[in-house]
């Protein structure tokens, strides 16, 4: 190669190919700090999408999951209301079974009666009252748990129906028992109330158990696809360390190479001496 004092031809290769490997050091650097293979669309376009899919994905079932979660609480609050219905009427029970019976006085059963009214009267206030989030569980409107995978939806819908002693959809308890005639209609009436509460408790335990198996797949959905979009995401630590090590060097034989380069054309000045 003819020496030259106008392109310093050694020089620009060096510094080329220097600005390369000081790129691709940063690149690693960056790799490294943030644990990350891809930090931006140009480190891989395609990987990137995909990537940021799964992650759309990911989050849409974790809520998912924590809507099933939810729906799963409001159900258990209706459940445990229920749980307590039963304990008042197998209270009434006793008290229909005690007022049937002929050795009863009237003053008796007027109090056995105000014990009754009461039970009612709980029944409603249970049914009124049992809560979730601010909304009440017992109601003839389904609630319905949204799931999704932030590309295709689905619902899980349970109907617990509202809860009162005499009313529209309620249990139906009308007779009192102020007599013992009554007293003995009324025992059809609370077993009635305990079959149709056992029911509802049936259809709650189902949605339960719906509810708990679809959370059970999403938490599988979300663990698989976590893995695939770290598999595409991350960076190989042990590969990163190795490539940094290797540009680390070559940094370095990069600059001394400049360095030579430019120090060639100094011995030109040696011609004019």
Do not use: C, H, W
């Not at 349970?158 to 309620?170: D, H």
């Not at 249990?171 to 009436?189: C, E, H, R, V």
């Amino acid at each position: 190669m003819a020496i030259s004092i106008i392109n310093n031809i050694p020089a620009l290769v060096a510094q080329n190919q220097l600005s390369v490997t000081q790129t691709e050091l940063a690149s690693t650097l960056f790799q490294l700090s943030s644990g990350n293979r891809i930090n931006s669309g140009a480190d891989d376009p395609a990987g990137l999408a995909i990537a940021d899919g799964l992650g759309a994905n990911i989050a849409a079932l974790n809520q998912s999951s924590q809507n099933a979660n939810t729906g799963v609480g409001s159900l258990q609050v209706a459940d445990g209301s229920l749980a307590q219905i039963t304990t008042l009427l197998d209270r009434a029970i006793t008290l229909a079974t005690e007022s049937g019976t002929g050795t009863v006085s009237d003053t008796q059963r007027t109090a056995i009666q105000a014990e009754y009214a009461s039970i009612g009267q709980e029944i409603n206030r249970i049914g009124t009252t049992s809560t979730f989030n601010g909304t009440s569980v017992f109601t003839a409107a389904t609630t319905s748990i949204f799931l999704s995978d932030a590309e295709s939806a689905s619902f899980i819908g349970v109907t617990v129906g509202v809860l009162n002693s005499s009313g529209t959809g309620g249990l139906g308890l009308t007779t009192d028992l102020t007599t013992a005639a009554n007293a003995q209609a009324a025992l059809i009436q609370i077993n009635g109330a305990i079959t149709t509460v056992a029911a509802t408790r049936g259809v709650i335990g189902a949605g339960v158990n719906r509810l708990n198996a679809a959370s059970a797949v999403i938490t599988n959905q979300v663990q698989n696809l976590t893995s695939a979009q770290n598999g595409i995401k991350a960076a190989d630590i042990s590969a990163v360390v190795g490539n940094l090590s290797q540009e680390s060097i070559l940094d370095q034989t990069g600059i001394a190479a400049l360095a030579q380069a430019n120090s060639v054309q100094q011995n030109v000045l040696q011609l004019l001496r």
